[in-house]
């Protein structure tokens, strides 16, 4: 055998081995990439700037995620609210034109039937103002764990809502939901009508269905304000949810432009990069052939 291998040969073989150590790592990232979809696994493999702008624009959006499931939460609520108030329209129109027509005098019969019948939409009506969504009394304002109406007797029941609690729909923007004072006194006016007449006698009868058809006419007319009310607020947070779905398609595009790869691109690239990591497998088995050949 004669020769060595030449120094000179270790200068070149180390820059080849090193180019192919760094295409080898550059393949391995293109195929986590491809096969994740994410540019990388963690913050340490995307540039500052995006670190930055992904923290900024996820804040953003899980903010809007907050609100928008607030607002979710208080439509169904509002949503609730809207279908009871429709039911007591009824009872109180219902009651009230009974009441128009029955104000003159009344025979014993119709006494009592009359008196049921305030009987059964006085339990109505609390039913109806205790009604609850996910668990909460819908009309108790703030307090939402305890039944706002209260029947203490078949003929006797009264109404101890809060007025209207605000929902936060947005950074500086918030809508009421529920009744206003004026509302919770329209409800127990019309709690009051429905006991006299439940307790009302053939001496009384008359002046009694007088009073019950204005109070009611009255307090109904109250009650459809306040069910216009929750409609404004219905609309402002359908406004807002809108919104905040558009501003989550953008922030989710931007997000995406920052972590996930363009797999057109990245599937090139690591096709392009096993091609010259195989060159240089190539050239480092003939650099070995060679200096095999000089050694021997």
């Known amino acids: 055998m004669s020769g060595t291998i030449g ?30 979809g994410l540019i990388s696994q963690s913050y340490s493999g995307l540039a500052p700037s995006a670190v930055s702008q992904f923290m900024d624009l996820t804040a953003v959006s899980n903010q809007n995620n907050a609100y928008t499931n607030s607002i979710t939460m208080a439509q169904g609520q509002a949503s609730v609210m809207q279908n009871a108030l429709t039911q007591v329209s009824s009872l109180i129109s219902s009651v009230s034109s009974s009441a128009l027509s029955d ?52 003929t006797a029941a009264s109404f101890t809502g809060a007025t209207a609690a605000d929902v936060q729909i947005g950074p500086s923007e918030s809508v009421s939901l529920g009744l206003s004072s004026g509302g919770i006194a329209a409800i127990n006016n ?42 404004q607020s219905q609309d402002t947070m359908t406004a807002a949810s809108n919104l905040y779905s558009t501003m989550q398609t953008t922030l989710t595009t931007q997000i995406s432009d920052l972590t996930q790869v363009d797999m057109a691109t990245a599937v090139s690239k690591m096709q392009a990069v096993n091609t010259q990591l195989q060159s240089s497998y190539q050239v480092l088995a003939d650099m070995d052939k060679l200096n095999l050949a000089s050694y021997l």
């Open 7 to 36: 120094t000179s040969s270790y200068g070149p073989l180390d820059l080849v081995l090193a180019g192919a150590n760094s295409l080898r790592q550059q393949y391995a990232n293109l195929q986590e990439q491809t096969t994740s």
């Open 103 to 154: 104000s003159g005098t009344v025979a014993a019969g119709d006494l009592t039937s009359t008196q049921q019948q305030a009987t059964q939409a006085l339990s109505q009506l609390v039913s109806l103002m205790n009604t609850t969504y996910s668990g909460d009394y819908v009309f108790a304002g703030e307090n939402t764990s305890v039944a706002p109406a209260t029947q203490t007797s078949s």
């Open 190 to 231: 019309v709690m009051t009508q429905l006991s006299a007449i439940a307790t009302s006698t053939s001496a009384n009868f008359s002046s009694t269905m007088a009073t019950a058809a204005t109070v009611l006419s009255a307090s109904g007319t109250t009650l459809s304000d306040e069910s216009a009310a929750i409609g």
